[in-house]
């Protein structure tokens, strides 16, 4: 077996790897070219895969912030994340995992990081952590130093079984208007959610307006904007951000945001959707038609 830096040759061995590892999961070619090759931030460094005979055994993506944001670059430097790992079924037990690991962390160790964190990396991520279902992965993990850093939730809903309540249909905001983005409004949105929430946010509602129609819905109060919600930014089927201002809250505004967003989707096809990283236990609670909530630890391990 060896150790190499993930390339374009590997990419479809590595995308069949994890979807046929990854029992909880779908992967495409899409989303994983869009958190490697697609993320400004990417080098093949940190991003290693097993070869054994000829065939991709097992692979680990990590990355490190070096360009995008340029905002938090000197503040995480000291800081990587592992996006995605998996091993083939028939290869485990086999110490292939931990010879990737082990690879990876001289690299960063050499480069002077002294965190390894997985996975909440925002803009290019697939998963906010490490589902609670993969069992062996996280006894893998607590072997090898990692600990429990926080944790999330993913909400996954059932479009067919969609509908808005009577209490929101009826629910008037006069003398607020709620619309779907212009083109024209994105410097705006983006500069105001940069500075209401954060960077991070604001790259994802930025990517929202790569579409013909921005799939961005806003609240607005005189002209003045309170609050936003976005879909199918970064992946087709997922919800969020969404956020709105402190003032503005407890007043229905966000869930009509929801809702609005929820409804695009199912207006365009989206026969399922998902809610991915949030902690926000009972807001999501009101959707009909959840089926499954995906519970997360993000994991944490110091480079000694």
């Known amino acids: 077996m060896r150790i190499v830096e993930f390339a ?11 979807n046929l590892s990854l029992h909880e999961d779908t992967i495409t070619d899409g989303s994983l070219r869009r958190i490697t090759f697609g993320d400004p931030n990417y080098s093949s460094k940190y991003s290693l895969v097993a070869v054994k005979n000829g065939e991709v055994a097992g692979f680990l993506l990590a990355v490190r912030r070096l360009k995008e944001p340029p905002e938090v ?23 292939i995992a931990t010879a990737l690991f082990n690879e990876l962390e001289n690299r960063l160790k050499e480069d002077g990081v002294k965190r390894i964190r997985i996975s909440d990396y925002p803009f290019w991520y ?60 994105r410097e705006n949105v983006f500069k105001w959610i ?7 946010w604001a790259y994802e509602a930025d990517a929202s307006f790569k579409h013909d129609s921005p799939k961005l819905w806003m609240a607005e109060e005189n002209d003045r904007i309170i609050g936003f919600s976005v879909y199918g930014a970064l992946e087709p089927h997922w919800f969020g951000p969404i956020g709105v201002l402190t003032e503005a809250r407890s007043k229905g505004i966000g869930s009509i945001l929801l809702f609005n967003c929820l409804k695009s989707m199912r207006e365009e096809g989206q026969r399922h959707a998902v809610v991915p990283w949030t902690n926000h236990l009972f807001f999501y609670t009101q959707v009909p038609g959840i089926t499954r909530i995906r519970h997360y630890w993000i994991m944490e391990k110091t480079l000694s």
């Not at 670059?73 to 110490?95: H, M, P, T, Y």
């Not at 940069?194 to 991070?200: A, L, N, R, W, Y």
């Open 8 to 18: 374009e040759e590997f990419f479809s061995q590595v995308r069949c790897v994890a």
């Open 194 to 200: 940069k500075t209401e929430f954060s960077i991070f």
């Open 73 to 95: 670059v000197e503040a995480q430097k000291d800081l990587a994340w592992i996006k995605l790992f998996a091993v083939r079924e028939d290869c485990r037990r086999r110490g």
């Open 126 to 185: 697939l998963f906010s952590g490490v589902d609670l279902k993969y069992e062996d992965a996280i006894d893998f993990l607590s072997r090898r130093g990692f600990r429990k850093a926080g944790e999330t939730v993913d909400y996954e809903i059932d479009l067919l079984k969609f509908h808005v309540p009577k209490r929101l249909a009826s629910m008037s905001v006069s003398p607020l208007t709620i619309r779907r983005a212009r083109h024209e409004d």
